[in-house]
């Protein structure tokens, strides 16, 4: 039976009799410092229309030239994907929206930089073919205000920030490989590790630096064709892309089961409402009337030049994982095993590894990165591998608990401070083992009844204990050290 789709079906898309069909168009903003034509600088976050000169805004009699470090970026992308690095041209996409000073796209179309690669999987080690990575310019970005949703239907105005329109991409396409919501989440986890070790990009999907397009369509299991597919735009974490493809399968199957067919549409993805709707039929190249761009030549980088590029282009997230599970002495579990992949894809393996060579315990230094410093990454720079690594030297010696080291790592995180100056001026001193004794005597005496029963074996009371202590030391005891006294006073 297929639940309705009121229900808001997420991460386990799993509809008996049918399989899921997913090809991802993922757009990166590269991380230059000026834009693909022009010498505006590629900056998020300023006030709107103060990065922008004639080329990127499209002024009759400007010319655009093109911008060797994009050309290198993408090619390190390209390499990091497997693919052929060759001879490109760019052509022109005309369409007329706002956004696009210009009324067409510089873009590549019929000969890509980057064809035929492959991305593998690192938890299934599936292959997923990569058919083209190629370099565009971005558009700029338009509000609408007053209407619905910030939707451009039923605004009052509309307003447009040239500051993005010119910033380099690159659109990795690949083939429709991915049979999950599950494996799409897996793919662009792991391209974007692969497009944060390459250098190419900072990786923040919330900023935009990262925005991907889901193609789904669905079949009948052991079908050997393709169904319809609808083609799901600009979205923008791995959770709404998990919920969006979850949602349009089965709203394929549905329409399928009742004897309807899927139209081929471009649809949004309403992240509040956790339904995609229909933006527009799908847009044919002919509606585009792609041309070559006449103020450009062909870009034909020397093959020397791509092996040059090819020799620094450093550790992928491969090497990167590899290195990290070497630190471990037994071979790391189905969770740290995720950790290795979380930290790795946000480029936070130098600080582990780098902790660990400074004395810190591998397990923790991965934990706490992979979690906590994870959650802030924007001020990853306030800490590194010695400060880092010192205060998980403080945790695992039990100078602080585990509730007192991640509080002091987000103050490392937020102030720059190394952990000593912060577990002093929290307050969080190591409280000496005879005064947490101490702790423990008080609690025992105030409740006897339960320490009768804990004394005759009723283990699941050492919690009600533990807890007594915390109350006492104001969180400062360490857990582990007060359970460890309670049980020598038992036996
Ligand atoms: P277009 O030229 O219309 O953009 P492409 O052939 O370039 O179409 O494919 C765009 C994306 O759609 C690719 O990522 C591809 O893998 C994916 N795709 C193509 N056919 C299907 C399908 N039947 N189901 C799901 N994804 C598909
Ligand atoms: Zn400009
Ligand atoms: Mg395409």
Redesign the pocket.
Known sequence: MVESSSSSPSQSEFIPGWEI?????VHCELKTNTKLFCGCANAFGREPNTSVCPVCLGLPGSLPVINEHAVELAIRIGLALNCKVDESIFHRKNYFYPDMPKDYQISQYEKAINENGYLELPLSKKRVRI?RAHIEEDTGKTTHVGGDGGRIHGAIHSLVDYNRAGIPLVEI????DLRSAEEAREYVTELRAILVASGASDGKMEEGSLRVDA???VRRSGSAE????C?IKNLNSLRSLVRAIGYEAQRQVELIESGNAVVQQTRHWNEDQGVTTAMRS?EE?YDYRYFPEPDLVPLAPSAEWITEIGSRIGMMPSDRRERLISMFETAPSGSTFDQIVTAVSLGLDDLVTGAVRNGADARLALARAANEVASDIDHLANINPKTFGELIRMEAGGKLSATQAKKVLGTMLESGEGPQNVAESLGFEALDTSIIEGFVGQVIAASPKEWERFAAGEDQLAGFFVGQVMKLSKGKADGKIVTAILRSKRS
Not at 21 to 25: H, I, K, N, P
């Open positions: 069909v997913v090809g991802l168009e058919e396409v690949s083939a429709p193609n789904v369509s393709f169904g319809t597919r083609e799908k190249a």
